[in-house]
């Protein structure tokens, strides 16, 4: 789809939230935060709101610090991912920053409140700011330990009343096995909840995936490396992997 097709078609969803892992902050480097991979994610991200498209986006911390394997290394589970959550605010606070470089208003929501840094989280300010045009980034996860920032992204978006959560990942979308370790995976193009859970496929966490099989939440996985693919998505192009209710794929 070119620019001009763009102008004429009108964006499949109105309000989006956007789920990016901590991971894809790093770029090249082995942990940390890149400036240049933030930069590109920002140039996308701006790209999607000068469409008029309502973005609301939840980012992890995987990046900085993983609360699972400091547990799993001796660290209280409860302690471990509190930092995890305050790892999502470092990050949050770096794409506020180039999103604003971009003449982006954005907010950052805390589930933990730091008024010197982020607003606390308040659902309806939330969906104010959504409506002004402006790009919400909810950090701290949902304030609680043993919740992952999936079912954060989950819970966010059946808050704020989003039409789908866009899972950005590193791979083109969701297969049968790890295409970085198996050449032959397969890649799956639609999947409804229950295969999902049944087979145990890496696409949210099974406490995420349940909250949008309750609630007919679609989720679509894609490769948030390919420029250009958020845009694909937002038009109603059919790449990646779709997760719905099976009256969804059928439709």
Known sequence: MNAGEEGKARPRYKRVLIKLSGEAFMGDKEYGIDPDTVNAIADELAEVNRLGVQLAIVVGGGNIFRGVAASAKGMDRAAADYVGMLA??????????????????????????????????????????????????????????YFTTDTTAALRA????????????????????????????????????IEVLQQGLKVMDATAVSLCMDNSLPIVVFNMTVPGNIIKVLFGERIGTIVSSEKDEKD
């Open 158 to 193: 059946l808050e704020i009343g989003a039409e789908a959560i866009l899972k950005a990942t590193m791979v083109d979308g969701v297969y049968d096995s790890d295409p970085l370790k198996n050449p032959e995976a397969v890649m799956y193009s639609s999947l409804n909840y």
């Open 88 to 145: 999502t605010v470092m990050n949050s606070l770096a794409l506020q920053d180039a999103l604003e470089k971009r003449g982006v208003f954005t907010r950052v929501q805390s589930a933990i409140e730091m008024q010197a840094v982020a607003e606390p989280y308040i659902r309806r300010r939330a969906i104010r700011h959504l409506e002004k045009g402006r790009i919400v980034i909810f950090a701290a996860g949902t304030g609680n330990p």
